[in-house]
């Protein structure tokens, strides 16, 4: 269920508004007014209804009210709220649009400056609805491109094969004259034998043979150096063919190879943000409960799997080496242990949790942890006495150590963190086991650098929700405030921009919950809702769409449970 609509913010129009005409709950501008019967106190619809849940007096003058009491205002006062000037509620996006109330609404839903979250797989950038067709199919570097070599590379193949084809007219007039010269040579033999045959004839006979031996000689080194230039010109033709070719084909290599390394670096940040193939969500554990369950994003189907070996709540959990490994929490007592199933090809019911050699470095629940190369990086949690502010680093393999790599600015339980490369991204929590010390701070801290450094904090304190990274975003589902209030928001944070604005709210209020991403969509299950209610729902929400959709519940209610992706 989402929070109600209060009235408008009175900062929002372009002229002073009435005192008369602010709602006697919220003090905003009135939105669709209803009176007290009685005395004409004026109050926004969903103010009004809200108060009454809990309540059957009006608020000012504490007559019987109820829902269907409430009266319409006189219509001059719905005329004076319909011509009041108000701003886009995208005035801070860039909308410079001042119009009348009443068509507020209509505006708003075509506004070219709606935040719109770009929908290629491992983008996740935010928008003004009117940029997003040109980042998606021209600017964002996750679209799917297109190669502008390829008619190049045909025009150049070609263009070869017509230099060949004039290769082989020359050669074939080059052996029509080797032809023809040697047709000659043959005929000059043939006359100097017959002049020999005659050399008892007169002397101007003799002064002829001579002559004609002398032009046989001359056209034999003409044809010959002629032959000899034209050989020349096909030699240099197949030389400039092959430096042509060899250039070609480098070009071609160069074209391939940037292509395999764009393919690469898309196909990593890809695998940092994206589920790829993985379409199954183990669920396990939570408060008061061992059962583990999986859930078919493909065939929308629950199914059991085998049960922890203790009841097990506030741990973390991660996927190392084909196991799905649970790290910590509370089983009666807060434990430091470790416990794993492996999944390889994938988890049923006959296969069975067995203990992990690895520990984490004290007793701790609530904390966060995500998994680096081969070590667990671990922030904060709770013992049951101190609140922690360590960043610590456990080895996955032989020996197992651990060790504090920093500390956080100050110490946190109930919090989140997400990896960006080489960099941790912790938000929200709380600085003491209690809601009521919820914060909004963001740290980075860069693991190579072994450094923290303070982000621009989120829109409002928070603790106890979940996240998932989309691309260079974290988005925070859910969680408490620090009033007790379980939220049903949506937050996106950059984390290079440092910006950050809300997604459309989840179909129901949830704090303790988890969540994971698979393709287009975050998936949100279980936690506690409103009155304490524990909960089996479970809803996702399409970036394509934009928005909410409940799933097939679990089989059993949970909360400070873990899910993970495999």
Not at 46 to 62: D, F
Not at 168 to 191: D, G, I, P, Q
Not at 350 to 377: A, E, F, M, R
């Amino acid at each position: 269920m989402a929070s109600y609509i209060q009235g408008y913010d009175e900062e929002r129009f372009a002229v002073k508004v009435n005192r008369n005409f602010l709602c006697l709950i919220c003090f905003n501008v009135l939105k669709d007014p209803v009176l007290c019967p009685r005395n004409q106190h004026c109050f926004c619809r969903a103010c009004i209804t809200k108060h009454l849940e809990n309540s059957r007096k009006c608020p000012t003058c504490a007559d019987e009210l109820t829902v269907e009491t409430l009266a319409k205002p006189q219509r001059m006062i719905k005329d004076y709220l319909d011509e009041l000037n108000i701003h886009c509620v995208y005035n801070n996006r860039g909308c410079e649009e001042i119009v009348q109330l009443q068509h507020l609404d209509n505006h708003e839903a075509t506004c070219g400056f709606t935040p719109a979250v770009c929908t290629n797989p491992g983008c996740g950038a935010i928008l003004n609805q009117r940029d997003l067709i040109n980042h998606e199919s021209e600017l964002c570097e996750f679209r799917k491109l297109k190669c502008h070599s390829c008619g190049e590379m045909t025009k150049t193949l070609a263009d070869i094969e017509k230099r060949m084809a004039r290769i082989e007219t020359n050669l074939a007039t080059v052996e029509t004259n080797v032809a023809t010269n040697m047709a000659k040579m043959a005929t000059a033999v043939a006359m100097e034998t017959r002049m020999n045959d005659m050399q008892t004839n007169v002397a101007n006979v003799e002064t002829q043979i001579a002559n004609v031996e002398k032009n046989i000689e001359m056209n034999m080194e003409r044809n010959s150096a002629d032959m000899e230039g034209k050989l020349e010109a096909v030699n240099n033709e197949v030389r400039g063919l092959k430096t042509a070719l060899i250039q070609g084909f480098d070009e071609m290599k160069d074209v391939l190879v940037k292509m395999e390394d764009k393919i690469e670096e898309n196909a990593r940040k890809v695998r940092n943000a994206a589920s790829g193939d993985k379409e199954n969500i183990i669920v396990a554990g939570g408060n008061g409960t061992d059962s583990v369950e999986m859930f078919n994003w493909r065939q929308r189907t629950w199914s059991p799997l085998q049960s922890l070996p203790k009841k097990r709540y506030a741990a973390t959990s991660f996927v190392y080496n084909n196991h799905v490994t649970i790290a910590g929490g509370c089983c009666s007592d807060f434990v430091d242990d470790m416990i794993r199933m492996n999944i390889n090809p994938k988890p049923d019911l006959s296969t069975h949790w067995s203990d992990c050699p690895v520990k984490l470095p004290g007793k701790l629940v609530s904390h966060s942890s995500v998994l680096y190369n081969d070590q667990l990086i671990v922030t904060g949690g709770y013992n049951g006495k101190v609140v922690f502010d360590c960043i610590h680093e456990v080895q996955l393999n032989p020996p197992y150590t651990a060790k504090t790599l920093s500390r956080m600015p100050e110490p946190r339980v109930y919090h989140s963190t997400q990896l960006f490369d080489d960099s941790l991204l912790i938000v929200g929590g709380s600085t003491a086991a209690s809601y009521q010390n919820s914060c909004s701070s963001v740290v980075l801290y860069d693991i190579k650098k072994n450094e923290c450094k303070q982000l621009a904090p989120l829109p409002y304190e928070v603790s106890d929700m979940a996240t998932v990274r989309w691309g260079d975003n974290i988005i925070l589902i859910g969680g408490i405030d620090k009033r007790g209030n379980r939220l049903d928001t949506v937050i996106i944070y950059n984390v290079k921009t440092e910006q950050s604005c809300m997604l459309p709210a989840m179909r129901c209020k949830r704090c303790k919950c988890t969540a994971v991403v698979i393709g287009n969509n975050i998936v949100v299950l279980g936690g506690v809702g409103e009155q304490r209610r524990n909960l089996k729902s479970v809803e996702a929400f399409n970036f394509e769409s934009y928005t909410w959709q409940e799933l097939p519940e679990m089989s059993q209610a949970r909360w400070w449970h873990t899910a993970v992706l495999v």
